[in-house]
DNA sequence: TAGTGGTCTAGACCACGGA
DNA sequence: CCGTGGTCTAGACCACTAA
C-alpha cells in the first residue's frame, strides 16, 4: 500500500491548479516530499520529472524545483498519414498521382533546403480523396542524391508518404503551418473557388543534414487541425 | 564506468534510423539488453519508455516491444504569449483594447462551449502590435459564471491572456488552427485586404469542465507557426 | 499460464550551480 | 562549499495479455 508516482503527481498538480501552490513558489525538495509521502525519492523523482516535461515547474540543482510563473503552454500534434486521417474519419480513402517529373532543384528550393546545384529532383503532385471528394493536394520534392531508389519507383499506385516512411530513415523534420490564398490550379484540384483560405502545412526531412524530401500539403477549404492538453 | 540510459537510447535510435532494426521487427526484452549494453533493467526502461513516448516504438506487456511500422508523427508546438512572442523576434510590442461588453452567451457559443443560457460572458475584442503594426487581433469570450473577477478588472491596459494565466487555475485546453478569409473587420484592424487567407488559432479553455474562456486569435497575413523534431 | 513491461525500494555516487 | 536534482543499481512484486 505505497503511494505510487501518479498519485504523488496528481496530488502536485492538483495544488498547482488549484492554486495552492503559487506561480514561482518553491516546493519541497525530493527527500522531504518522499517522507511526506511515505514513498521513496525515485517515485517522487518520476513525478517531478513528468511535471518538468509537461511544462509546469521548473526544476534546478540546488535550487530546487518551482512552480512555473507563465505555465509553458506547448501542445502535441499527431502527424498522421493521410490515409489514416481519412480513414479514422469513416470516410474511404482514394489516392491519385497528377503528375511526376525529374528537373535541377530551382533556385528558391536550393535556398530553402540547402542543395547543390548540381542535385536532382523528384517531383510529384498527388491528389488524396475521401469518399471521392478531394480532401488533401500534395506537392513534393524528393532528392535523388539522398534516395536514388525513388527515381524507379512506381508513384502510381502508392502515395509518397507511405513509400518514404518505409524506405528512407531520417532524423529531423521540420515543420510549419500557414493559411494560403487558393489559385487557380488550388481551386480546380480542391473543388473550391478561386481565392478561398486554405490550410497547409509544409514540411522539410533531413537525414543528418542532407535534405531528403520537401512537402507542402493543402487541406481543403475549411479543414482544422485540433489538439487538447 | 557504466552504460547511461542516453546511450542506450542513443544506440538504439540509431538503429532504428539507420534501418539496422526494421519497423515492425521486435526488439530484446528489457533484461537481455540490460545484460548486454552491461548495466542495470531500470536502465533500459528509462530508454525504452523515452522511445516509446517519443512514438518510436510500441511497447505491450508480453508481447515486447516493437519499432513502429509509422513511426507516430508528433510534433510539440509552443504557444507563446503574444507579448513574449513579439519580443523574441526583437519588436517593440503594444497592446490595446478595442472593444469590451457584456453579453448573454449566443447560441453559437452556447452550443460550443456547453454553457448554460443564464450565463454571461465578458466579450473583449483587442489588438497586438508588434513595431506599431498589427500582429494579432483577438477576439475573446469569458465566462462569468467562472472568473467573476473579469467583471471588474481593467483590460485597457493589460491584456486578457496575461491577466487570466496568472488569476485563473485551467485544467483542459483545447487548440484548433485554422484558415479564415478576411471579411471587413480583419481587414481594417489587420491592415490587410478583404479576402486575404489568415492563420487563426482558437481556443478554449475549461477549468473541471466548466468553460472558462474562449477565444480566437488571427494574425496579421502571412504568418507562420513552425517546429521542428 | 508464463513472459513481458510497469513500478517501487533503499541505497549510493555524482554533477551542477547557488550562496 | 554543500544542498539539490540526476542517475544507476540489484532486487522485488505486480499487472497485463498473448499464447
Redesign the interface.
Known amino acids: 500500500m505505497s503511494t505510487t508516482y501518479r498519485e504523488v503527481k496528481a496530488d502536485i498538480l492538483r495544488q ?4 495552492e501552490l503559487a ?1 514561482g513558489s518553491i516546493l519541497p525538495n525530493e527527500v522531504d516530499l518522499a517522507a511526506s509521502y511515505g514513498c521513496a525519492r525515485a517515485t517522487v523523482n518520476r513525478a517531478m520529472r513528468e511535471l518538468a516535461d509537461d511544462g509546469l515547474i521548473e526544476r534546478r540543482r540546488k535550487a530546487g524545483s518551482r512552480v512555473r510563473r ?12 493521410v490515409q ?1 486521417e481519412v480513414e479514422e474519419q469513416g470516410s474511404v480513402y482514394r489516392y491519385a498521382l497528377v503528375s511526376r517529373d525529374i528537373a535541377p532543384a530551382s533556385d528558391r528550393l536550393r535556398a530553402r533546403l540547402g542543395l547543390q546545384s548540381s542535385d536532382r529532383l523528384l517531383h510529384l503532385i498527388c491528389m488524396h480523396y475521401a469518399d471521392d471528394a478531394p480532401y488533401q493536394y500534395e506537392n513534393r520534392w524528393i532528392n535523388l542524391a539522398a534516395t536514388p531508389d525513388a527515381e524507379t519507383f512506381d508513384f502510381s499506385q502508392t502515395g509518397p508518404n507511405e513509400w518514404l ?2 524506405q528512407v ?13 487558393a489559385d487557380a490550379v488550388y481551386a480546380e484540384h480542391l473543388d473550391c473557388a478561386r ?6 502545412v509544409e514540411r522539410t526531412t533531413r ?1 543528418d543534414d542532407e535534405p531528403v524530401t520537401f512537402v507542402q500539403l493543402t487541406y481543403r477549404q ?8
Open positions: 498547482i491548479t488549484q492554486g506561480p507563465n505555465p509553458l503552454r506547448q501542445a502535441k500534434f499527431n502527424i498522421p498519414l489514416q516512411v518505409k530513415p531520417f532524423t529531423d523534420v521540420q515543420i510549419s503551418f500557414r493559411a494560403i490564398q481565392g478561398d483560405a486554405l490550410f497547409q537525414q475549411g479543414h482544422r487541425l485540433t489538439t487538447r492538453y
